[in-house]
């Protein structure tokens, strides 16, 4: 099992910038891909981006492309979400979560362990 702690968020303007961070605890974290999920109120949770075990692989939802960053430094046991030209349809509760898989995955029930999440609130 390992526990996943976010932290990072808080209040922006539109069109800045924040740089989420995940702290994994346990040695293993280097054997899993790791995900951004986020749930705006009153809406489903959504995939957000994910990032092999190497950071090799990296996949992202076409409403972040181009705009977020997601990286990982095994040595830290730490994978982060950079965020840039933010938008307030970006606002929401953000989540990390840890897979199993070999493969990048963007589905939910690929991951087994997630985090309790940091609001990003970006005003307009």
């Known amino acids: 099992q390992v526990q996943l702690v976010e932290s990072g968020g808080g209040l922006v303007q539109a069109g800045g910038s924040l740089r989420l961070s995940c702290a994994a605890s346990?040695?293993?974290?280097?054997?899993?891909?790791m995900g951004w999920f986020r749930q705006a109120p009153g809406k489903d949770r959504e995939f957000v981006a994910a990032?092999?075990?190497?950071?090799?692989?990296?996949s992202y939802a076409d409403s972040v492309k181009g705009r977020f960053t997601i990286s990982r430094d095994n040595a830290k046991n730490t994978v982060y979400l950079q965020m840039s030209s933010l938008k307030p349809e970006d606002t929401a509760v953000y989540y990390c979560?840890?897979?199993?898989?070999?493969?990048?995955?963007?589905?939910?029930?690929?991951?087994?362990?997630w985090g309790q999440g940091t609001q990003v609130t970006v005003s307009s």
């Open positions: 346990g040695r293993t974290f280097s054997r899993y891909s």
């Open positions: 990032i092999n075990w190497s950071g090799g692989y990296t």
């Open positions: 979560a840890a897979s199993n898989t070999i493969a990048v995955v963007t589905t939910e029930w690929s991951y087994f362990s």
